[in-house]
C-alpha cells in the first residue's frame, strides 16, 4: 500500500521561502501524476500544481506561477514544491496526492487523486 508523507512546512515571513517534499513508500511513483493541493481553514481544498509522470508537463494554478516549482525524482520516489515569495495568502495546509489510476498523463481534480499525504502546515506571517 503506497504512502505518502510530506514535510518542509513551516513559519516563514512575508517574501521567504520553503522548499515541501513528498516521499512515497510502498510502491513506485514513476508512472503516474502527482500533485501539491493546499486548503486555508475554511476553504476548500485547490490544486496548486501538478506534474505528469516525467516531470516534461507542469500546470500550475494562477496563484502558484512564477513563484513555485515542481518537480520530481522517480529514483527516489519524491516531488518537491519550491516556494519563493511566500505571502500571508499562501497560509494553509500542504497536500501532495497521487493519482495511481492514471498513467503517463496528468490530473487535474482532487477527487481523481486516490492517495493522499498527511499534509503539512505553511503559515506566512505579514
Known amino acids: 500500500q503506497v504512502r505518502l508523507v510530506e514535510s518542509g512546512g513551516g513559519l516563514v515571513p512575508a517574501g521567504g521561502s520553503l522548499r515541501l517534499s513528498c516521499a512515497a513508500s510502498?510502491?513506485?511513483?514513476?508512472?503516474?501524476?502527482v500533485g501539491w493541493f493546499r486548503q486555508a481553514p475554511g476553504k476548500e481544498r485547490v490544486l496548486v500544481a501538478t506534474?505528469?509522470?516525467?516531470?516534461?508537463?507542469?500546470y500550475y494554478a494562477d496563484s502558484a506561477k512564477g513563484r513555485f516549482t515542481i518537480s520530481r525524482d522517480n529514483a527516489k520516489d519524491t516531488v518537491t514544491l519550491q516556494m519563493n515569495n511566500l505571502q500571508p495568502v499562501d497560509t494553509a495546509v500542504y497536500y501532495c496526492?497521487?493519482?495511481?489510476?492514471?498513467?503517463?498523463?496528468?490530473?487535474?481534480?482532487?477527487?481523481?487523486?486516490?492517495?493522499w499525504g498527511q499534509g503539512t502546515q505553511v503559515t506566512v506571517s505579514s
Open positions: 496526492a497521487l493519482d495511481t489510476r492514471t498513467e503517463w498523463g496528468m490530473t487535474y481534480y482532487a477527487p481523481e487523486y486516490d492517495v
Open positions: 510502498g510502491r513506485t511513483i514513476g508512472n503516474h501524476p
Open positions: 506534474l505528469n509522470w516525467n516531470g516534461e508537463s507542469t
